[in-house]
């Protein structure tokens, strides 16, 4: 008789058994099927999330920014001319920012002053909390925002002075629109007439305050070649330009960054979850061996097996996919509100389609990687090896690895296709790679280690120690999980008690209690003295203040104009805008010398400047280069005479550029102060004697200061442990998943010991010995894996100080442990009801 292969099974038949086979509640395939939605539903929320924010910068940049182009000046107004030529491309709008003191007979406060002409705003509506869509305040009125309304004790319709002019609370701010661009708040805002801060007495040569020119254009003309036009044409005029693609580019770094961050969450929770899914999928279909090899003894081919399972488990990676997705859906407007107040985020429930499709490809991709070698592996053997499989365990298949590395393949493509950060990710990604080797190098090593190993007088730990090695033993596949699934609990610690401690670090215990602006130079005497009469202990340090830009740097006979470069890296932020300046002839506190030496005490020689060393380096100077600065439209030469480090977390005057007082002492400038009470007491009838004495100075409050920036953090805190937990949660499910898998491989092991007569006891005691010497082999290993990645994020994503607290991590990696001794005895409860007979007949 002729052997004729069996017909091909049609894919309607294929899927009619495998829906008859397949469990309405995915039973067997919960692990995959939670895998699967851990991971997407945290890409779909981190896409959305991200698009979403983008899109509102992108679509309200010009609300935003208050208008299509803004330039800004310090320490000036712009000239007749300057102003002529923003009005040849359209409508503007201008005004002032300065911090100033907003006072009333009884209670003082630092503000925010925005003082804004009657074109203000040119894009979007400020609205005021009783309803009113309102402009600029006419002269003599203000719109206060709450916290200004409550530091003053007034209600609406009292009046308040700023300066020396009375003015009158019209209103309550509601919404801002262009309060995202105007950066970090150093008190609430008080917005007044263009003309007040004049007439108040705040501005005079030297005041330090910013002029800031919007630009509504009147057609359609590109921002860069505007801001190229007016640069060229007041090439000294130090501006400072933003633009509507970029209203806001600290958002713009902290979404960024945000963003890398959540992509690099959501990558490792696919890559623990791949570990979950090959592992439940092999689970499964070991459970589903009996039915496998009765479908090949009744004629089904191996293409036919191959389409009945892969059916089944794409039906739960769909199910999971979409799950995820939705849920994506859902938990983004719970981490909007995370960060409400810090970016723009539309309210309510957010659907973008692409980052909703890219997250159900990853899935999908996922599943089809990491499935693929078990389920192939199935059908290349005979039907026999399959029923033996219990007793005889299968052999690897090599081939069936070409699928597993070729879907590995299209997500790392797919990753570095869809990501703005390629480096980024492709790094994640080979360390991603490089721990799944390390990890299983080192359950080889286990396995090898424990087959060397002495053996031991006590019976269980020598068992145990021998489940390790045995054939068929499941070790390289619990190393990988318990690795992977601790690694996530110390990455999820290591953050949050990281970001915790740039929160109580010590910048709060070393942090003045307030900075003085604009105190006048023949006014110093003055100001100590009314310092010192309410607090004689009080610690006062003043500083010429002054802003400038630098206008070029390097060589003298090579040096760089600031304007000819194409961009400027995060280390060379002082050639960003003007900075802050001042000038002393001796080294200031808490800064150290690296390279150079220090002018001497009225040093009257060619003039010099320290630069602070990280942003020497980042520009590329050195002791004996020059920069040319700009300060009030007139531009200085100064040489480099040495670099310096400075201690940033005294919160104190610490300026990057400190010149020698021949450099820059001529021009026009106050002094700032910092002020140290040893008696908080007094702190209210500070405030309203430096009101009455010097009107035209300005307070900020380091407290405040400090407040707001703690709830900034805690903002993002909230956030990344929200986003992180999904890395856990995915780790929990691998953990499970991977002990429910080694749990069925144990069952004939359990059988035949209890018929030698172990007790329940001595069973339970092998599992937690085997599961216990695993976890604390792989301690290590996490520990050393989620810190690196902790690391990483913290320093290099958001640039916080590496501040863990390992007491915390190491008491959360210690509740890792418990878990997985835990799960270990969940799982192998079950085992112990298993009857011999019963599960002898079916291995």
């Known amino acids: 008789m002729s052997n004729v292969p069996s017909p091909r099974m049609s894919w309607a038949m294929a899927w009619h058994i495998a829906r008859r086979d397949l469990n309405a509640r995915f039973k067997g395939l919960r692990l995959l099927l939670v895998c699967i939605f851990l991971g997407t539903a945290a890409l779909a929320a981190i896409g959305t999330l991200t698009a979403a924010i983008e899109r509102e910068l992108d679509t309200r940049g010009q609300e935003l920014l208050g208008g299509d182009l803004e330039v800004e000046v310090w320490q000036r107004d712009l000239t007749d001319e300057e102003k002529a030529a923003l009005n040849e491309y359209g409508t503007i709008s201008g005004g002032t920012r300065m911090q100033a003191m907003a006072s009333t007979p009884d209670a003082a406060a630092p503000v925010e002053l925005k003082a804004v002409d009657t074109n203000w705003p040119l894009y979007g509506t400020l609205t005021l909390k009783d309803g009113r869509e309102v402009g600029a305040p006419a002269m003599g009125e203000a719109w206060l925002g709450q916290g200004a309304l409550d530091r003053l004790d007034i209600a609406i319709g009292e009046t308040f002075r700023v300066g ?53 254009f009147d057609s359609g003309q590109d921002p860069d070649a505007v801001r190229e036009a007016l640069e060229e044409r007041f090439p000294q005029s130090g501006f400072d330009f933003r633009d509507r693609d970029r209203a806001s580019p600290g958002a713009d770094r902290f979404v960024r960054n945000m963003s890398d961050f959540l992509t690099l ?204 090695h045995r054939p068929g033993a499941p070790t390289g596949a619990l190393v990988t999980a318990l690795g992977f699934g601790l690694a996530a609990f110390v990455l999820l610690a290591a953050i949050q008690s990281a970001i915790d401690g740039n929160i ?147 919160m104190g005057f610490n300026y990057a550029l400190v010149f020698s007082s021949n450099a820059i002492s001529d021009a026009p400038h106050n002094l700032a102060a910092t002020i140290e009470l040893s008696d908080d007491s007094q702190s209210g009838a500070l405030l309203r004697q430096m009101v009455t004495r010097f009107p035209s100075s300005s307070v900020i409050e380091i407290g405040q200061v400090l407040t707001e920036a703690r709830t900034i953090l805690e903002q993002v805190g909230a956030a990344t442990l929200a986003a992180a937990s999904v890395a856990v949660l995915a780790g929990l499910a691998v953990l499970m998943g991977a002990i429910a898998a080694a749990r069925a491989s144990r069952t004939y092991d359990t059988v035949v010991l209890r018929v ?30 989620g810190s690196t990645l902790a690391w990483f994020v913290i320093t290099e994503l958001f640039e916080f100080d590496w501040l863990p607290n390992w007491t915390q991590v190491l008491s959360v990696l210690g509740i890792g442990l418990l878990l997985v001794l835990g799960f270990a005895l969940g799982g192998s409860l079950p085992l112990l009801k298993a009857k011999p007979a019963r599960a002898l007949r079916e291995l």
Do not use: H
Not at 176 to 188: A, H, Y
Not at 580 to 601: C, Q
Not at 762 to 769: C, E, K, W
């Open 164 to 216: 020396t002019s009375d003015v009158t609370a019209a209103g309550v701010i509601e919404n801002e629109p262009d309060r995202l661009s105007e950066g970090f708040q150093l008190g609430p805002t008080v917005i007044v007439a263009e003309q007040l801060p004049y007439r108040a007495g705040l501005i005079a040569p030297g005041t330090l305050y910013e002029s800031k020119y919007r630009v509504a």
């Open 265 to 468: 969450v959501g990558l490792a929770a696919l890559v623990i979850a791949g570990i979950g899914i090959g592992g439940g999928v092999a689970s499964y279909l070991d459970a589903r061996r009996n039915s496998i090899a009765t479908l090949k003894v009744l004629g089904a081919s191996s293409g036919d097996i191959v389409r009945i399972y892969a059916m089944q488990i794409g039906a739960a990676a769909l199910v999971g996919s979409f799950a995820g997705m939705a849920t994506g859906i859902l938990v983004t407007p719970l981490l909007g509100m995370a960060l409400q107040g810090l970016l723009p985020v539309e309210s309510g429930f957010v659907i973008e389609p692409a980052p909703l499709m890219l997250a159900g490809a990853y899935g999908l991709l996922v599943a089809f990687a990491f499935a693929a070698t078990p389920l192939l592996r199935a059908r290349a053997f005979p039907a026999m090896a399959l029923m033996r499989a219990r007793v005889s365990p299968l052999a690897r298949d090599w081939r069936a690895l070409g699928w597993t590395a070729a879907g590995i393949a299209a997500i790392c493509a797919l990753a570095l296709l869809t990501t703005s950060q390629p480096m980024l990710s492709g790094g994640f990604l080979v360390g991603a790679g490089g721990a799944l080797i390390a990890l299983a190098l080192i359950g080889f090593g286990i396995r090898l280690a424990a087959k060397r190993a002495p053996r031991t007088s006590n019976p269980l730990l020598r068992a145990a120690i021998a489940n390790l």
């Open 504 to 650: 109580q670090s010590r910048v709060p215990q070393q942090a003045p209690d307030y900075f003085v602006l604009d105190i006048p130079r023949d006014g110093e005497a003055d100001f100590r003295e009314l310092v010192t009469n309410l607090d004689s202990e009080a610690a006062i340090r003043t500083v010429p203040a002054l802003r400038g830009s630098v206008l070029a740097f390097g060589p003298q006979d090579g040096m760089t104009r600031v304007a000819d470069l194409e961009e400027i890296s995060d280390g060379a932020w002082v050639l960003r805008g003007e900075r802050g300046l001042t000038y002393t002839d001796t080294l200031p506190p808490g800064n150290s010398l690296t390279e150079g030496e220090w002018w001497d005490e009225g040093y009257e020689g060619e003039p010099l400047v320290s630069v602070e060393a990280d942003a020497a380096r980042a520009m590329g100077l050195k002791v004996g280069d020059y920069l040319t600065i700009g300060v009030l439209g007139i531009e200085r030469d100064v040489r480099v005479a040495n670099l310096r480090v400075i201690d940033w977390e005294t």
């Open 756 to 785: 030698l007569g172990a007790s329940r006891k001595q069973v339970l005691g092998l599992q937690l010995a085997e599961y216990g010497v695993l976890a604390a082999l792989l301690a290590i290993v996490a520990l050393a894996l």
